[in-house]
């Protein structure tokens, strides 16, 4: 089949696999003869750290170079919490132990050792990014110069490049967001859903993913999208009545991170705006502001173009909407953690604009891709 390929064709898978290898050769920069790859992880100076990881060989970094994939790998070396001693590994948790998902996988592809099971955490994003590459070539074929750009600005979007820089949540929760959307094209409701239920346990946003669901046909169609429902919901409502024999209440952790819809938005663009505009501005400062109109004009266009049978496009609302009342913690930095919250816009955006024409292609592409400039700037990755 590869033999019937154009030249065109063939420069661009040739490409898209360069680029993998890019990946590859980036993630192989971190490693660390003694400490492997837990650089990745982001452990802050030790105070705190469970037991069972001060006996290991890791990395660590100071206060302000510590990141939040080391309190999901810690709940992955306690991932029942039965150890008291995991309280004081956590910033906040009742709201990290929520999100239980991603350090359940790595206590499984470690096989209970608490070694593997760090080189398991700090390497799942870069094994379920390679998934992810290959998955989204579904969509998006690299075989063109329109579908190669697509896919690496997926694949390569800033929130997908840091999930796997610092082994955080964001880059599994779009693998399994990207499986239910394609289970859901095939009209396999209840398997859609199980999968959005299992999401549910990685961060509980992940469940706007129910918005993707195809719609229930044929008889007692009503109760069929019931029974979905519970099922894309129960696994979280499990855990969190487990978690609540623990903590007493969860249902405060993580409600600071909503804020007044649209509001958060206009200060964050105002503010960059003033910077960049009238300010001092920096390179980052600049890449800021093109993250935040980026993000304006994905809503734009799935507006514009309301394609509202695509579960691609329901999905990618639900978190537009969702980038509208978050918090202005999430904007904070450069340029923030909203690349990550919003990842499966960024996704979205792009396999519904495979379906434009050539007349307004580009222009869509580079202002809704203006993420990629920022992310560039993480390739290679560097250790800390």
């Not at 289970?183 to 409701?189: G, H, I």
């Not at 007044?260 to 502001?289: E, H, I």
């Not at 979205?348 to 990629?372: I, P, Q, S, T």
Request: proline residues 7%.
């Amino acid at each position: 089949m590869t033999a019937h390929r154009t030249p065109s064709q063939r420069i661009c898978a040739s490409a898209a696999i360069g680029l993998v290898v890019l990946l590859l050769a980036s993630v192989a920069r971190l490693y660390h003869p003694r400490f492997g790859f837990t650089e990745m992880i982001g452990f802050g100076d030790g105070t705190g750290e469970l037991p069972a990881l001060q006996a290991l060989p890791h990395s660590r970094h100071p206060p302000w170079g510590s990141y939040d994939g080391q309190f999901y790998a810690q709940l992955a070396l306690e991932p029942l919490l039965r150890d008291p001693a995991i309280d004081k590994a956590l910033d906040l948790p009742p709201y990290r132990a929520r999100r239980i998902l991603f350090s359940w996988t790595a206590w499984a592809l470690g096989v209970g050792r608490p070694e593997w099971i760090l080189r398991a955490y700090a390497l799942q994003n870069v094994l379920v990014w390679l998934v992810l590459a290959a998955l989204m070539t579904r969509w998006l074929a690299p075989t063109t110069p329109r579908g190669l750009a697509l896919w690496t600005a997926c694949l390569f979007s800033h929130g997908m490049l840091t999930s796997v820089r610092s082994a955080l949540l964001d880059g599994p929760s779009m693998l399994l967001i990207a499986l239910a959307i394609a289970a859901s094209e095939r009209q396999r409701l209840l398997v859609s859903a199980a999968i959005v239920g299992i999401a549910g346990l990685g961060r509980e946003t992940n469940l706007l993913a129910v918005l993707g669901l195809p719609r229930a046909k044929g008889p007692h169609a009503w109760a069929k999208l019931g029974l979905a429902l519970v099922m894309a919901v129960t696994p979280l409502l499990l855990w969190q009545d487990y978690l609540r024999s623990i903590y007493r209440s969860t249902s405060a952790a993580g409600r600071d991170q909503i804020d007044r819809p649209l509001m958060v938005y206009v200060d964050v663009l105002s503010q960059s705006l003033n910077k960049v505009l009238w300010g001092d501005p920096t390179l980052l400062d600049a890449f800021k502001l093109g993250v935040i109109v980026c993000l304006a004009v994905q809503l734009a266009y799935l507006v514009y173009r309301r394609y509202y049978a695509s579960p691609w496009w329901r999905v990618a609302l639900g978190y537009a909407v969702l980038m509208l009342l978050v918090h202005k913690v999430v904007w904070d930095g450069y340029p923030g953690a909203v690349t990550r919250v919003t990842l499966p816009l960024a996704f979205g955006f792009n396999v519904l604009l495979a379906r434009e024409a050539n007349r307004g292609f580009w222009g869509w592409y580079v202002l809704g891709n203006l993420h990629v400039l920022p992310a560039a700037m993480l390739l290679p990755f560097h250790p800390g």
